[in-house]
């Protein structure tokens, strides 16, 4: 293993981000949900495990969709981005299921409101020696990430309609928790699973290099940059997903979170029971001089991952183009079993669908 790849392996297999199953006990939830659909039977579509669930109301038509999401470590660093960029981040999920969000509830947990809290680059050490760190009280870090959700809901035309507020932390980090509810605009619920070899990945939206957390925990950058917001560019990948999605063409869908095209490829061809193969030379990227593994690997906001057979490609890309969004078409499913990235024609990392035991122990001892 290369050190990319180590990375993200850590990252798809190990790290509870991508592997929730490991701390809560999934097989609960089914029982109690089965349970629960006795009483309103057929309500739950898609439950735990997906980008977002998917249900009906009882006696309402249509489907709707929710996702809840915490952005707590990178408001450390950048409150106002790290609260905006996580409501963005559950609208993205809720998008990535076929619905459009329309309301959000939103719950922050800080120190009490007089104390002092260290924002930027050196937070999380709590004293600064950058010299770029702001000293504020907890009460205008509280501001700038409840200023966050309503700049990004704003932009998305999405309400806020309530939420929850503690000052009794004593944590460095804050609690943001944003849960965003929508309702489906195609006639089923699109899902994260690769549905056919062949099948062309395009992918919607420019890549930079912040949210960088996944190379900085394997000591490819010196600083973690937690991702920006980006409003206006969210609103248009919102709208260009939205309407490739009333083409009925396409197979499958997913945001990009955390560990970026790395994560949202591999998940979708593992979880489908395929493989990958994607040029990061193609990707669209918003300034120069990214690394490839910048590019595999790094959280930038505002992007979604469609999924086409080859003959539609030219029919979705025009209609996602038509909107103003950037896209471009940057690999395709395979019948492997490994998602394989390159980069001008190297190599850069071979991720299998199932790592030896070896490896996965390997990844676990990993201080």
């Known amino acids: 293993m290369n050190t990319i790849e180590r990375a993200l392996m850590h990252g798809l297999f190990v790290h509870l981000h991508h592997n929730i199953d490991q701390a809560v006990d999934f097989r609960a939830l089914e029982k109690l949900n089965r349970e629960v659909s006795k009483k309103w039977p057929g309500s739950l579509t898609i439950g735990p495990g997906d980008d977002a669930a998917v249900f009906q109301m009882p ?39 076929g619905g459009r969000p329309i309301f959000l509830l939103d719950f922050i947990g800080t120190r009490p409101l007089e104390d002092e809290v ?65 309702k489906l605009v ?94 990061l030379s193609a990707v669209p990227v918003s300034i120069e001089g990214l690394t490839a593994e910048e590019i595999l690997a790094c959280e930038t906001q505002a992007r979604m991952m469609l999924q086409v057979a080859p003959a539609d490609t030219d029919e979705v890309m025009a209609i996602v183009t038509s909107k103003k969004a950037p896209a471009a078409i940057i690999g395709e499913i395979t019948k492997d079993d490994k998602e394989v990235f390159v980069y001008q024609g190297q190599t850069v990392a071979t991720i299998p669908n199932k790592p030896s035991k070896e490896i996965l122990k390997s990844l676990k001892d990993r201080k």
């Open 59 to 97: 006696g309402v038509e249509g489907y709707f969709v929710a996702k809840q999401e915490s952005h707590c470590s990178p408001c450390v660093p950048r409150p106002y981005d790290a609260a905006a960029t996580g409501a963005g981040g559950a609208m993205r999920d809720v998008t990535a299921m």
């Open 118 to 182: 260290l924002v930027g680059p050196c937070g999380f050490a709590d004293k600064c020696s950058c010299g770029r760190c702001k000293v504020m009280t907890s009460k205008e870090r509280l501001d700038l990430m409840v200023q966050g959700v309503i700049d990004m809901c704003k932009t998305m035309d999405v309400f806020v309609i309530g939420g929850g507020l503690s000052t009794s932390f004593t944590d460095i980090v804050p609690a943001v928790v944003v849960a965003v509810f929508g």
């Open 186 to 279: 195609t006639k089923e619920p699109l899902t994260k699973p690769a549905k056919k070899a062949g099948d062309k990945l395009i992918l919607i939206g420019k890549t930079a290099n912040d949210g960088n957390d996944t190379l900085f925990r394997a000591g490819l950058v010196t600083e973690m940059r937690p991702a920006t917001a980006l409003f206006e560019e969210e609103r248009t990948t919102l709208e260009a997903s939205l309407a490739a999605f009333q083409t009925g063409k396409i197979h499958a869908c997913s945001d990009l979170g955390a560990a970026g095209i790395g994560a949202a490829v591999c998940e979708s061809a593992r979880y489908g029971g395929f493989g990958a193969k994607v040029d």
